[in-house]
C-alpha cells in the first residue's frame, strides 16, 4: 500500500520570503498526488494536482508542486508567502485509496 | 452554488449515545466519503460509498456505521462501540468512483464526546 510524509510539521516564515514544504511517498506503482489547504475549523481545499504530464504543477493562489519519480518526492513551494497562506496544507497520494501525511502548519509572520 | 453540506458544526454527546452526522452534496458526484482528523495523525478514512446502496470499510470503520439510500446523501453514525469518538469528521465527494479525482470537502462536524 502506498503512505506518504510530510517531512515538517511546522514551517514558520516571514511574509515576502519563499516557502518548501516537503512530501515523500512510497509506492510501488505510479500515483495520482495531490496537496490541499485546510484553514481553521475548515474542509480542506484543493490547492493543485498531478495526475500525468508535465512534472511541475501550477495551481491557486500562486503555489507549485514538483513531481520528481526518481525522489518520490512532490515538494510545494511558492516564491513570496502572504499573511492570508497561514493554513494547514496536506500532501496525498492515491491510487486504490488516498492516504493523507499528516499535514504541516505553515504559519507566515508579518 | 455546489458543495457539501455538513451538519451540526458542532456536536456535543454524552458517552453511551448513538450520534449521527449529516452530510449532504449537491454536485452529484457518485461517491462519497468519510475521513476523521484528529491533531497531528492527518486524515483516516473511516467509510467510503461508490454508488448509492453501496459502501465499503476504510481503515478505521470499527465502530462506526454509514448508509447510502440517496446519491446526495451519507450519514454517518457514531456508535457507543467507538472507543475514542472525540473528533473533527470531514465528509468528502469525488466525481468519478475510484480516488483517482480530486476530492471535495465539506466544513467538517466537530465532535465532543464527554
Known amino acids: 500500500a502506498q503512505s506518504v510524509t510530510q517531512l515538517d510539521s511546522q514551517v514558520p516564515v516571514f511574509e515576502e520570503a519563499p516557502v518548501e514544504l516537503r512530501c515523500n511517498y512510497s509506492s510501488s506503482v505510479s500515483v495520482y498526488l495531490f496537496w490541499y489547504v485546510q484553514y481553521p475549523n475548515q474542509g480542506l481545499q484543493l490547492l493543485l494536482k498531478?495526475?500525468?504530464?508535465?512534472?511541475l504543477v501550477k495551481g491557486i493562489n500562486g503555489f507549485e508542486a514538483e513531481f520528481n519519480k526518481s525522489q518520490t518526492s512532490f515538494h510545494l513551494r511558492k516564491p513570496s508567502v502572504h499573511i492570508s497562506d497561514t493554513a494547514e496544507y496536506f500532501c496525498?497520494?492515491?491510487?486504490?485509496?488516498?492516504?493523507f501525511g499528516a499535514g504541516t502548519r505553515l504559519t507566515v509572520k508579518p | 452554488d455546489g458543495g457539501i453540506t455538513q451538519s451540526p458544526k458542532y456536536l456535543f454527546r454524552k458517552e453511551g449515545q448513538n450520534v449521527t452526522l449529516s452530510c449532504e452534496q449537491n454536485?452529484?458526484?457518485?461517491?462519497m466519503y468519510w475521513y476523521r482528523q484528529d491533531p497531528g495523525q492527518g486524515l483516516r478514512l473511516i467509510y467510503y460509498s461508490q454508488i448509492v446502496n453501496d459502501f465499503q470499510k476504510g481503515d478505521i470503520a470499527e465502530g462506526y456505521s454509514v448508509s447510502r439510500e440517496k446519491k446526495e446523501s451519507f450519514p454517518l453514525t457514531v456508535t457507543s462501540a467507538q472507543k475514542n469518538p472525540t473528533a473533527f469528521y470531514l465528509c468528502a465527494s469525488s466525481s468519478r468512483q475510484g480516488f483517482t479525482s480530486p476530492l471535495h470537502f465539506g466544513n467538517g462536524t466537530r465532535l465532543t464526546v464527554t
Open positions: 496525498a497520494v492515491s491510487i486504490n485509496d488516498m492516504r
Open positions: 498531478y495526475l500525468s504530464g508535465s512534472t
Open positions: 454536485l452529484n458526484h457518485d461517491a
